[in-house]
């Protein structure tokens, strides 16, 4: 963050001081977890269900922290003696107590990062929303706009009311790009992003099912992730999926300019000439108003053919050629964990880590990744897709977990393992579709899923895992793994 004295913070964020003149600096990073706190740091007193960052005030202060952002009054911490340079971190900015502890520090937080990125006219700011895909673009996009200036990105997903801020106050004044995930659960909530830090560049990848339960339907859907571009400025660059008619309808909603991606042939920047390696990695030629390039992916599944092609419409505005951005997309690596992760064991089972969430179109598109890595070889590997509940589909959940279960069947997947009670209708709807015996079986839990997998996986099997996060599935896979070194 750029360096502001905790005076400065107070006015910012319409709070005042306490147990402060106000002088002190805060010039490091701004944490809501005392064990990330550094010196000249600033610590966040949130609130939680289970914890209160109250009462963990005192121990940031230990920890170097030049000042604490609360929604109350903490008494200093007598007992703890900072050293002479430190020794004005007894110090609190007490936010605006309108709304609540917790709602008045994210307020506050939200009103500090605004003021941040407004004071940096150098930096760039590009946002993503979608119903699957943020994350791997997020980092995509990262990694193509590095060579041009330092980027500032969120770790996994971290895209909510506190996430965002968080992250966009790790800007300074050396920050060319701020790339940012939103994530809504309802009409408003990424117009408020916007609102933190206002993104000249917007991309909407796809309107799918996830959050149906909050937003009703995928029409829904849609007016919520469109918030994105209405909130771009007359100079700013939405890109928009042209494959997705909903999202490439949010065109009439936008005034900046429109670049359409994707495979259509009306696409400003598109993919042609898609072919899938032994890992379903992809190769296929970059279309483009500068050029053609050829492109090869090292990251795996056909769905990064369209989350590579935003990366590239981003960096083609910004001035970079077919080719330079052809290369960097070619060099880009897996950054966040659980996303396609693929290992191959020594004994030639490969595992396919994917369970850091799930929704119905990121769970296609993981089976069709496992069906094509499992189909590149004479004869075919046999494939297992080990499958946990998708979260927050509403009243959809029995259909959509209905309908993964009848495409593993005809995706010819050899094995489905169905996790928990609450992804049942997978089993289900794999029977009804044709599977027959074992090939689709239920488990009560991922321990329960270890134990079948551990007795019944074979060198040259194919093993996907994935769920929604709250399901934790990812330790089946590092079971797996682990399984694999003994």
């Known amino acids: 963050m750029i360096a502001l004295t905790l005076a400065e913070i107070a006015e910012i964020v319409g709070g005042r001081l306490h147990a402060t003149d106000g002088s002190p600096v805060v010039t490091g990073t701004i944490e809501f977890d005392t064990r990330k706190i550094t010196g000249g740091g600033l610590f966040l007193a949130l609130p939680g269900e289970r914890v209160d960052g109250h009462d963990f005030a005192a121990q940031a202060v230990a920890a170097g922290a030049a000042g604490v952002l609360a929604g109350r009054e903490v008494d200093a911490p007598a007992v703890i003696a900072p050293p002479v340079e430190t020794r004005h971190a007894n110090a609190y900015v007490l936010a605006g107590d309108t709304n609540g502890e917790g709602a008045a520090v994210l307020e506050a937080l939200a009103k500090l990062a605004r003021h941040v990125t407004d004071r940096l006219e150098d930096l760039t700011i590009v946002g993503i929303t979608g119903s699957a895909g943020k994350t791997s673009t997020k980092d995509l996009i990262a990694q193509v706009l590095r060579p041009v200036g330092d980027v500032i990105a969120p770790p996994e997903s971290f895209n909510n009311e506190l996430g965002h801020p968080w992250t966009a106050l790790r800007s300074t004044e050396d920050t060319r790009f701020l790339v940012l995930e939103l994530s809504a659960r309802g009409i408003g909530h990424i117009a408020n992003l916007c609102e933190i830090a206002p993104p000249k560049f917007g991309a909407v990848l796809n309107v799918g099912t996830a959050h149906l339960s909050e937003f009703g339907s995928r029409e829904g859907i849609a007016q919520g992730k469109g918030e994105l571009v209405e909130a771009l400025p007359e100079d700013g660059v939405a890109i928009l999926n042209a494959d997705d008619p909903l999202v490439a309808g949010m065109a009439s909603r936008t005034k900046a300019k429109v670049v359409l991606v994707g495979e259509n042939p009306n696409a400003d920047v598109r993919a042609e000439n898609i072919v899938l390696d032994e890992q379903a990695r992809a190769s296929f030629t970059l279309k483009t108003a500068k ?42 690596e897996r950054v966040s964990a659980h996303r396609m992760d693929i290992t191959d064991r020594p004994d030639g089972v490969t595992v396919i880590d994917d369970a850091y969430n799930a929704n119905p179109d990121s769970v296609r598109a993981a089976l069709k990744a496992l069906a094509s890595i499992a189909r590149s070889t004479t004869p075919a590997r046999r494939s297992w897709a080990v499958l946990g509940p998708m979260a927050e589909l509403g009243d959809d959940a029995v259909r959509e977990h209905d309908e993964i279960g009848r495409l593993v069947v005809r995706l010819d997947i050899s094995k489905l393992v169905v996790v928990g009670e609450a992804a049942r209708a997978m089993h289900q709807g794999a029977h009804l579709e044709g599977s027959w015996g074992d090939e689709s079986v239920r488990v009560p839990d991922a321990d329960a899923a270890i134990a079948l997998l551990q007795g019944e996986v074979r060198p040259g099997d194919v093993v996907l895992v994935k769920a929604s996060n709250a399901y934790r599935l990812w330790r089946i896979a590092e079971a797996l793994l682990e399984a694999g070194t003994k």
């Open 291 to 332: 050029g053609d390039a050829q492109v090869k992916l090292g990251l795996n599944g056909t769905h990064q053919v369209g989350n590579a092609l935003v990366a590239a419409a981003i960096a083609l505005e910004l001035g970079a050629t077919p080719e330079e951005v052809a290369q960097r997309l070619g060099a880009a």
